[in-house]
């Protein structure tokens, strides 16, 4: 297991410690379906209509909820039995896969290549990709964002290893972008909107036409064996949550503020950039993640070759 690998597992504690007292108060039910969610997505807006309390009460089940503060994290509980159902980007389950969690996709948002994108000041003298060659870059290791870092430099005839990556979280990153620390960060919606709003940000690349940005569920390989018609209902409310939020954004920006402590209209930009429709998992984009998985294992961030075909579950299985 190589050194990324480790860290990234131990950066899991801490919400892992949060969610032990959920794995305790529901050990021994067994008709529990226990849900990691961010602050951000659909997730959070099925959890605040309460319709999927009423629907799992019907099949005899009940839901437990539990936040974590990005993907990584939320996977390494779901591989250590700690939540049953989730959601993260693309990159995260790649680390996951590899580390030997018991992932399985199970459905799919449609690219949202603009709903996160490569930071520099305003005033930074900074004008392309190719210009972040020697400087210092903030980024949530093991994120979304990591992919698109790796993947715009390389565009920009830049090598991975050629800038030095400063790994933080989002909150520190932005503290450390705003006070100079870094000559940019790579972060995903919201807080690439709220960063821009408030300091002014530009934008070097986003991933438009250098990555796709896809958002993927995941349930564990045993919950999706032993109940499998339970996680077609989550997909089922999920779907219906979608149609609300893409044909009111405003009515999904007022209601999702308050929680992510951001403006109305901050929120209403990032959703503008999200993508839209819950889709069951396809042969086209299990070969986009195939490329991902190659990438990092290319460039020795994971410690071996998997294969994503191994973990995703397809229509009607």
């Known amino acids: 297991m190589t050194r990324l690998i480790q860290r990234w597992i131990a950066s899991a504690v801490l919400s892992i ?17 226990r849900i990691g969610f961010q602050k951000y997505g659909k ?14 009460k019907g099949a005899g089940y009940k839901v437990v909820w539990t936040e974590f503060p990005s993907g990584p994290p939320l996977l390494e509980a779901l591989n250590v039995g700690a939540i049953d159902f989730g959601n993260t980007g693309e990159a ?15 459905a799919y948002e449609p690219p949202a290549p603009k709903g996160e994108a490569i930071l520099v000041p305003k005033d930074s003298k900074l004008n392309s990709v ?37 790994f933080l979280a989002p ?20 807080f690439q909107a709220a960063a ?34 339970i996680v077609d209902l989550v997909l089922a409310q999920l779907s219906e949550v979608d149609d609300w939020a893409k044909g009111d954004i405003h009515a999904v920006a007022e209601q999702l503020a308050p929680a992510i402590g951001l ?20 042969e086209s984009v299990i070969a986009d993640q195939q490329q991902v998985a190659d990438t990092f294992f290319a460039l020795g961030l994971i410690p071996k070759q998997i294969k994503i075909s ?4 397809r229509p009607g299985s």
């Open 17 to 33: 410690s949060v969610v032990a007292a959920t794995v305790g108060a529901s050990y021994g039910q067994d008709k529990v379906v």
């Open 43 to 56: 997730l959070v807006l099925l959890k605040s209509k309460g319709t999927l309390e009423e629907k799992l």
């Open 92 to 106: 995260p389950p790649i680390f996951a896969q590899a580390a030997g969690a018991p992932i399985q996709y199970v």
């Open 130 to 166: 190719a210009d972040l060659k020697g400087k210092k870059v903030a980024l949530n290791k093991g994120s979304n964002v990591h992919y698109l870092l790796v993947k715009a430099l390389e565009k920009a005839g830049v090598k991975y290893s050629e800038i030095e990556p400063v």
């Open 171 to 190: 909150a520190d990153a932005r503290a450390a972008f705003e006070r100079g620390a870094v000559d940019a960060w790579v972060v995903w919606d919201p």
């Open 196 to 229: 821009e709003a408030a300091t002014g940000a530009r934008t070097l690349a986003d991933g438009a036409g250098i990555v796709s940005n896809y958002q993927f569920y995941f349930s564990s390989k045993k919950f999706v064996e032993s109940d499998p018609k």
């Open 263 to 282: 403006s109305v209209s901050v929120v209403e930009v990032a959703l503008k950039r999200q993508s839209y429709g819950i889709k069951p998992i396809t």
């Open 310 to 313: 191994d973990v995703a579950r």
